[in-house]
Nanobody, 129 residues
């Protein structure tokens, strides 16, 4: 089993920045991809970004069109932690953000929540206008 704990959410004004963290524990050797998803009230969960690695090296990253250019994911393998840096935040970015982790997730399916075996509890991000 892998446990995921998100942190870093909060209230920020439009145009501001936040960095979300997702710390993994347990059988971390079994995961090689971590994604961020978000869900706003009354809306379906949507993909935000994904990062995939092999050992120490990150070999793939991708982002939703809605956040591309404003968000970047990074990984600290010594801490088993993945970060989501979000800049130029907009009110429409307001949502609960979830991190998810999986093993060998095919690139073509990384935007789909169903392929991730482990999920965190979520962290609230609120962007005021």
């Amino acid at each position: 089993q892998v446990q995921l704990v998100e942190s870093g959410g909060g209230l920020v004004q439009a145009g501001g920045s936040l960095r979300l963290s997702c710390a993994a524990s347990g059988r971390t050797y079994s995961i090689s991809a971590m994604g961020w998803f978000r869900q706003a009230p009354g809306k379906e969960r949507e993909f935000v970004g994904v990062i995939r690695w092999s050992g120490e090296y990150t070999n793939y990253a991708d982002y939703a069109d809605s956040v591309r250019g404003r968000c970047a994911m990074s990984r600290d393998n010594t801490k088993n932690t993945v970060y989501l840096q979000m800049n130029s935040l907009k009110p429409e970015d307001t949502a609960v953000y979830y991190c998810a982790a999986g093993g060998s997730v095919p690139i073509g399916t990384m935007t789909e929540g169903r392929v991730y075996a482990y999920w965190g509890q979520g962290t609230q991000v609120t962007v005021s206008s």
